[in-house]
């Protein structure tokens, strides 16, 4: 893969001394002159994540998310910030400092140089002027999620003015080299783009009171106790209808508050993903805690779910302010304020997010009917939302890379985006997770505690599909060593021509959240009794068949045999275990040589496979397609196989696929819906915390133009 060498541009890895730690934040300036003004450009990387300015202007924000063995930099045109004569470059780092499931930890670093054509005009070392952040706390608190990491709290009033071109580095140390690859690759998919602030209506306010203030910022805020008033018992305001965009703003008068706390709640009118943005104008030491959240079934954000802190923390400082936040997005629909320690009367000119979007060309379609194309527009916009640095199943709650998530989301992508960089890009993410059992991490790039196998066997699938859509033999070429090692791996494990389940403690044997299927407990202290899972070895004939066209896509004969060899041998030995000749269905697993539990995504999958053919193919086909046949539900996450499954009788099943989808997604549109849901349950899944917005269930897209529904049929 190509790379550039830092080193040879006279650059070294740096940080502030002393503040390499976990959750740390750290400053950097570096001047440097330009004679003509021509094409300047800006390479720069960082460990965990940046935002830089030139001449006090931002200039870009957002580290890749990599491997610190396949660490990536950006590529940042800065011309048109420059000027003759001496320039100041400014770069804000963060480092995480511990492992979450985007962040594959390393040291902490900042590495630069900027060029003007072949010339260096300045590169990071010992020179660079450094500082700690005061403004950012440090160290350890709460997290977001698990899979998130840290919040953040910031008080604006430790904040100097270090971006203004005149700020003397008097008190700034040099900065620390610290010794980290230099060969950097470049940035494999197009830089994300930042859209103007989005609207946000005033739609629930009131006063509030609290009873402790020790906690999470989310729970706190969670149970604060609020009392409703009209907006203009609080301000100055003659009107209840509040839209903030960051001109008109609404002033919030001290002597109205009675003394308490005001919190304010906005709706962004539909579910969105980005920075944290906000302008105000208070007194110094104001305390603005700042909620975020997908619906307000609470009657307020639900800022705090299963030790999931979705909140955090500005204090202002004196005057009017602005602030974003460049070091996570936010998922959201609603922003809450939950305001205290005032001083003075209150202006809010703006509170909510600025639109972060992987720039893409949406592909023109003509649904005729009202409700396929409402369908599909939210389906887009849902996988939209669900893709930045790499596919996320969420942006709310995880922002993950998932192979089987992203499987359905490119599928849908290949048709509605024709685009191919992205998909591959996330590929070879999940590629470099792969370990020494042969299966890759849970997510990309990551070290997490535990991994899903069957989302290993859908990677195959996954790269297999992309070659159909791409033909990009030279990336299978890439990819054909994750292949062969996955492959030979599993087949290592077969038992009397099965694959047993994976029963040591690191794996979660997951399918989809459904009862008996989604492998909990997930975590567990012992290994597993000895079983087989007819999913799994349905995945692994897929996975093996899938291998096999991919050798034969590059020359590779002899493992194309082998591969289809195996394929068909484990259909054999599935359905002599777990077909049962009295219901005519294949059981879910088979332990102690007994077959217990009956899923539609099993018989999904033994369609699929080739397991089930024929007329023993069309019986499964009758019972998937049949109301209330006794087995346990599909969830949207593999409806996919449904309705593969389905259609391979396209003639018979192409309408109930369709009214099927009509249902379900058109379901969640009646409910209110912006874009599509985790489950079908929505928010009250999961004990609460059920996401509204999950790329997986944006497989609608792939089947409109499979069954040429997209092109007006």
Known sequence: MEFLDFKALGADWIWNEGTGSLNSYAKFIHEFEVEEIKEIRLMISADTDYVVYVNGRMAGYGQYDDYPFYKVYDEIEIGSLVKKGRNRLCIRGYYQGVDSFQYY?????????????????????ENTWSSPCPAYESGPMENISPQLSFTFKYDA????????????????????????NSKLHPRPVKRLITGERIPSRLCAQGLFMRDKEDGDIGLLMLRDYLSARRIMEMSDGKKDDIVLSGSEP??????????????????????????????????????????????????????????????????????????????????????QLNISNIKGDIKIYYAGVLPVRYPLTCQPVNIKDKLHKKIYEVAVRTLELCMHEHYEDCPWREQALYAMDSRNQALCGYYCFKELDFPESCIRLLALGLQED??????????????????????????????????????????????????????????????????????WNFYEWAEGMD??????????????????????????DSAAQLAGAIGQQQLFRYWSECADKLRKAIRKHFYDHRSGLYYTYIKDEKGYHLSELTQALAVCSGCAQGVEADSLRKVLAGENNGLVRITLSYRAFK???????????????VDDIAEIWGSMLFRGATSFWETEKGAADFDNAGSLC????????????KLGIADGK
């Not at 079934?297 to 202002?316: I, P, T, W």
Request: glycine content about 8%; overall charge negative.
């Open 157 to 180: 009033s430790r904040e100097d003015d270090w971006l203004d071109e005149n700020y003397k580095t008097g008190n700034w140390r040099k900065s620390v080299v610290v010794n980290k």
């Open 105 to 125: 930890k390393a040291d902490a670093g900042i590495i630069f140089a900027v060029l003007c054509g072949h010339q260096v005009l300045a590169s990071s070392g």
């Open 694 to 705: 999950h790329g997986w269930s944006a497989i609608p897209v792939y089947y409109y133009h």
């Open 250 to 335: 609404l002033c919030i008068k001290q002597d109205l508050t009675e003394g308490k706390g005001v919190y304010l709640v906005f709706d962004l009118g539909r579910e969105e993903a980005g920075l944290l943005d906000m302008e105000v104008e208070a007194l110094e030491g104001t305390v603005f805690e700042i909620g975020y959240g997908e619906h307000l079934d609470d009657l307020r954000v639900r800022s705090y779910v299963g030790a999931r802190n979705f909140a955090c923390r500005y204090v202002s400082k004196e005057g009017r302010q602005s602030f974003t936040h460049y070091f996570k997005r936010l998922g959201c629909r609603y922003v």
């Open 519 to 544: 492998g909990t407990p997930i975590q567990r202290t012992e290994a597993l009794e000895k079983r087989f899972d007819a999913p799994l070895n349905m995945l692994l004939v897929i996975s093996l």
């Open 438 to 507: 042969g299966l890759l991490e849970l997510c990309a790039p990551a070290r997490a505690p535990i991994t899903i196998p069957s989302f290993t066997f859908l990677w195959v699938m996954e790269l297999y599909e992309f070659w159909k859509h791409s033909h990009r033999t030279e990336f299978v070429k890439e990819m054909f060593e994750t292949v062969e090692k996955i492959c030979s791996s599993a087949l290592k494990r077969m038992e009397g021509g099965l694959i047993p389940c994976y029963r040591e403690t690191r794996y």
């Open 643 to 657: 309705y593969d499954a389905l259609l391979m009788d396209i003639e018979r099943y192409r309408q109930w696929v």
